[in-house]
């Protein structure tokens, strides 16, 4: 249920309404926009009457929310969220590009990584210091060493870090070094692990899982903001068909319907979704087209020998070209980078 206030409603009659719908059983949320003030009630019992809460003082209407991803909704918030991340934002009229390896492997590896993204003006740069492995002989990552090394190099070129988070009981380590905590396709659906990262304060990069649909997508979204974090980017990936030209078949056609059905930003990952080097770039180009607010794509010094990935990673010259193919991409849909 949504509560709108009218636009010149005082802050005594929004606490009284939230008063309200707590004691009727409800969790408030309010979300201030540029005219009205929405309250949004979850949880609780359904209300029979709403007109106790509608002849209250201030109140605009009351509206009932038919989704069942309430605070990811753009009924609950009209205007496209924008998150700030250190010196940069996803959302808006930003396009983010966020590149880095799959995984951290050393800091000389980094430090070439970096230098490269520094140099085109990249403000976000991913690594993976735990790595969820199909096997269990694969590297499995660097763990807390890896957080250190991302952290020593972002802090030096000014980047925002982009990490991924496998376990609830990893989230205190990885706040202490991540901007940004990455939950990986196969975490979609760990509720518990989504809970848990609803108390923390720091933003939160949600991938859609593998056979996963838009609204379990958003489902888990709102597990994330229903613990009190609105700071959530959605990511899509590509899914699981029967096709096998690909690793995935990325659904270009998710970003516009996300973007209608929520306010939160949505990037995409062409690395992942294609699993072929050659097939990442074009993938980029279609991606922004689409009217997603950024990239997520896996870059490499040395590609050919990568721990993990290598055949999907971007040399570093062939990054520096796609970016500049961005840079004239964005401008033609009223955007920039």
Same mark, same amino acid.
């Given at each position: ?9 005082? @802050? ?14 409800? @969790? ?25 809460? $509608?002849?209250? $003082? ?21 205007? @496209? ?6 010196? !940069? ?54 763990? $807390? ?71 379990? +997508? +958003?489902?888990?979204? $709102? ?26 078949? *990325? ?9 209608? *059905? ?48 290598? !055949? ?26």
């Amino acid at each position: 249920m949504l509560i709108v206030m009218k636009p010149n409603a005082s @802050d005594d009659a929004i606490q009284k309404v939230v008063d309200c719908i707590k004691s009727k059983g409800f @969790d408030s949320h309010i979300s201030k926009g540029e005219i009205n003030t929405v309250i949004g009630a979850v949880g609780g019992k359904a209300i029979q009457d709403r007109r106790d809460i $509608e002849l209250m $003082e201030g109140v605009q209407e009351v509206l009932k929310i038919s989704s069942n991803y309430k605070l990811a909704s753009r009924t609950f918030k009209n205007d @496209d969220s924008i998150i700030k991340v250190r010196n !940069a934002e996803i959302g808006g009229n930003k396009i983010a590009v966020i590149a880095g390896p799959c995984a951290v492997e050393s800091l000389e590896q980094l430090e070439a990584i970096a230098e490269c993204l520094h140099r085109c003006g990249v403000k976000f740069m991913r690594g993976g210091a735990f790595k969820p492995r199909t096997s269990p002989y694969s590297f499995q990552g660097l763990g $807390e060493q890896g957080l250190k090394y991302l952290r020593q190099v972002a802090d030096k070129y000014n980047m925002a870090i982009v990490s991924e988070v496998m376990e609830a009981s990893q989230i205190e380590l990885c706040v202490k070094y991540v901007d940004i905590l990455q939950v990986g396709a196969r975490n979609m659906q760990n509720f518990n692990l989504l809970r848990e990262l609803g108390y923390i304060k720091k933003p939160v990069l949600l991938k859609r899982g593998l056979s996963a649909t838009i609204e379990e +997508l +958003l489902m888990s979204a $709102e597990y994330i903001m229903a613990g009190g974090n609105r700071d959530v980017i959605l990511c899509e990936r590509g899914i699981r068909t029967f096709e096998t030209a690909t690793r995935n078949t *990325l659904d270009i056609s998710a970003i516009p319907v996300i973007k209608k *059905l929520s306010h939160l930003p949505i990037i995409v990952d062409p690395s992942h979704a294609t699993g072929l080097r050659d097939k990442v770039a074009p993938m980029s180009r279609a991606a922004i087209a689409a009217g997603a607010d950024g990239i997520i794509v896996e870059i490499h010094n040395s590609p050919d020998t990568a721990l993990c990935d290598g !055949a999907q990673s971007l040399y570093l010259n062939q990054f520096e070209e796609l970016y500049g193919e961005l840079k004239g991409i964005a401008p033609v849909l009223k955007r920039e980078l």
